[in-house]
């Protein structure tokens, strides 16, 4: 099955602890992304990916890290978490890039206290 | 500063009747517009998209509306049904997606 995987769905941390959250897709997509959704802000940007060790800022890159060392993962980096952070990410690829359709992963819920 | 809104955060509708979301812009240089679907606990996922040379794309009992001018997008569902219950957004394309803030449509049965 074509899909997007995160891990983990739910997390909860405290702040200034390392983590990371994993992203893997299975459809060979070139393009992959971060996105946070917070009330009243839409989906956002943090970071993207066109290619293996092509990665470049999004809207929102402050306070995040990525790497992309194999096609299909995309893992993103909290280096010192704060509760601004707090937030529902999703994951998404592309066969495209970000001008068409998107396949997005089921999301990770983070809290940081 | 916003470049696309979703003004409605919720809408409530009954069964076989029509919905009508809505998604205004502000940025003129967008040229492809898409619409996803987000039920609880699961990403989004594509429903509908319209290039700005048309003003018009139906897929099945989704279509939609391109109005360049006024720079205002909506999708109708026709009829709509319950399982269509889910948070929509509309995202906007000028070589990067913008996304709107979601609109919760409620379908009762």
């Known amino acids: 099955e074509a899909q997007v995987t995160q891990n983990p769905r739910y997390l909860i941390t405290v702040t200034g602890k390392k983590l990371t959250v994993t992203c893997s897709q299975n459809m060979n997509h070139e393009y992959m992304s971060w996105y946070r959704q917070d009330p009243g802000l839409g989906l956002r940007q943090i970071y993207y990916s066109m290619n293996v060790e092509v990665t470049d800022k999004g809207d929102v890159p402050e306070g995040y890290k990525v790497s992309r060392k194999e096609k299909r993962n995309f893992p993103l980096i909290l280096e010192s978490p704060s509760p601004n952070q707090t937030s529902l990410y999703f994951c998404a690829s592309s066969p495209t890039g970000d001008l068409y359709e998107q396949y997005f992963g089921p999301g990770t819920r983070l809290t940081v206290t | ?109």
């Open chain 2, 1 to 109: 500063d916003q470049q696309v809104k979703q003004n409605s955060p919720s809408l409530s509708v009954q069964e076989g009747r029509i919905s009508i979301l809505n998604c205004d812009y502000t940025n003129s240089m967008f040229d492809y517009f898409l619409w996803y679907k987000k039920y609880p606990a699961e990403g989004p996922t594509f429903l509908i998209s319209i290039s700005s040379i048309k003003d018009k794309n139906e897929d099945g009992r989704f279509t939609v509306f391109l109005n360049k001018s006024a720079k205002h997008l909506s999708l109708h569902i026709v009829p709509s049904q319950p399982g269509d219950s889910a948070v929509y957004f509309c995202a906007a394309n000028a070589g990067k997606s913008t996304f709107g803030d979601g609109t919760t449509l409620t379908v009762k049965p």
